[in-house]
């Protein structure tokens, strides 16, 4: 296949432009139609400031009413305060409003946040700093399973669910969001 040479063929032909050629000007070239505009614009200038000239005395100086303004009496001419008289005050002593709330048993489930399983001590430890800068105290527990040796980071127990979303929350501020609630019977 032969290569082809763009840069050495140069470019192509180009048409030469003739240079346009300007009428030569004659004078005023005012056309009568613009004339005409011209002397409207002229009237209508004119007109608007006659009729400008017109309306400025015609402004009525009296008003069609008085206007009257307030001004603050002396104070001598204040009024009395009126006695204030609020019926709740007397009636709402007399009131009790029972409400019918039901005993929350204390149960015995216990609840334990898992916060991290690492495969080395050391990270789990590390973890456990983090969560003892946030006052709270975590415990490693080390598991074994199918697939190896494992430190789990543990807070708890909790005794309510309330505790341990409280403390989940405080862990969250510190950017740690990987803890779990689990019910876990110890």
Not at 107 to 127: G, N, P
Not at 167 to 175: C, G, P, Y
């Amino acid at each position: 296949m032969a290569q082809r040479d763009y840069v050495s063929r140069g470019r192509a032909p180009q048409k030469k432009q003739q240079p346009k050629r300007r009428k030569p000007a004659k004078g005023n070239p005012i056309t009568p139609y613009a004339r005409v505009k011209l002397a409207i614009v002229i009237l209508l200038l004119i007109g608007f400031a006659v009729f400008l000239w017109s309306i400025k005395d015609a402004a009525d100086t009296q008003p069609d009413a008085p206007v009257t303004r307030s001004v603050a009496p002396a104070e001598d001419e204040l009024p009395e305060l009126p006695e204030e008289e609020w019926e709740y005050i007397k009636t709402l002593p007399g009131y009790e409003v029972e409400v019918d709330v039901a005993e929350q048993e204390k149960s015995d489930k216990r609840y334990l946040m898992q916060c991290a399983s690492f495969r080395t001590r050391a990270q789990a430890e590390e973890m456990k700093a983090k969560i003892a800068f946030q006052g709270l105290e975590a415990q490693i527990r080390p598991s074994s399973g199918s697939n190896g040796d494992w430190f789990r980071v543990i807070l708890g127990p909790f005794d309510a669910k309330r505790d341990a979303e409280r403390a989940k929350h405080s862990l969250r501020k510190v950017n740690i969001s990987t803890c779990q609630i689990w019910y876990w019977n110890l």
